[in-house]
């Protein structure tokens, strides 16, 4: 049984109910958990990335929906999983406000807390710093793939966020990584703890 210190709360489904880039920002400084059986792994959200719809040549929702993209199109606050350059996923975050048909902000980097040790084993590595600064070393790390597809976030489950620090760090925006449209969107975010 939990104690009254370990209970937590997720996050909201309303706060993934606003627009994709401002919950980008927004998810900085949150907690993400992983729970694999007892096993609980998590780390703070450092680094986002976000993905509109019909404004934004970058996202997969661009060309509309698709079997791939589909979780974009639905309901907010659930996992899009996908897989990518025929070895790596990348976890997002499905977020939108009723201006857009779909939303999801890429989660890129993390700030290892809890379960560092079944990180290590499963990234084959004990660099700490190495461990979930990169969208596939996150997945990697928490071992989220395919079957995480939808995964209900903002319900206490096998993936789902928390609140996180509790004071604001500056933001840093730039250009999102690895992509060839959309350029001139400064949607990539990051803070540094």
């Not at 019909?54 to 999983?81: C, I, W």
């Not at 996908?82 to 939108?96: E, S």
């Not at 760090?169 to 969107?185: D, Q, T, V």
Request: hydrophobic share 35%; charged share 30%; net charge positive.
């Amino acid at each position: 049984m939990e104690s009254k210190d370990e209970i937590v709360k997720t996050i909201p489904r309303t706060f993934y109910e606003r627009d994709t880039v401002k919950v980008a920002r927004d998810l900085l400084g949150k907690k993400l958990i992983r729970t694999i059986g007892k096993q609980t792994i998590s780390g703070i959200i450092t680094e986002t990335e976000a993905y509109r719809y019909a404004d934004d040549p970058a996202s997969h929702a661009y060309r509309g929906l698709t079997p791939r993209n589909r979780a974009m199109f639905e309901q907010v606050g659930k996992a899009y999983v996908y897989f990518t350059y025929g070895m790596y996923f990348c976890f997002n975050v499905v977020a939108r406000n009723h201006n857009f048909a779909a939303g999801a902000v890429l989660i890129r980097g993390l700030k290892p807390e809890k379960g560092i040790d079944v990180m290590k084993k499963n990234r084959k590595t004990n660099k700490i710093s190495n461990l979930a600064n990169g969208p596939a070393k996150l997945t990697q790390a928490l071992n989220i793939n395919k079957k995480q597809y939808g995964v209900d976030l903002a319900k206490k489950t096998e993936l789902y966020i928390t609140s996180g620090l509790d004071k604001k760090k500056k933001i840093f925006a730039s250009k999102r990584i690895g992509i060839k449209n959309g350029l001139h969107k400064l949607w990539n975010f990051k803070i540094s703890i």
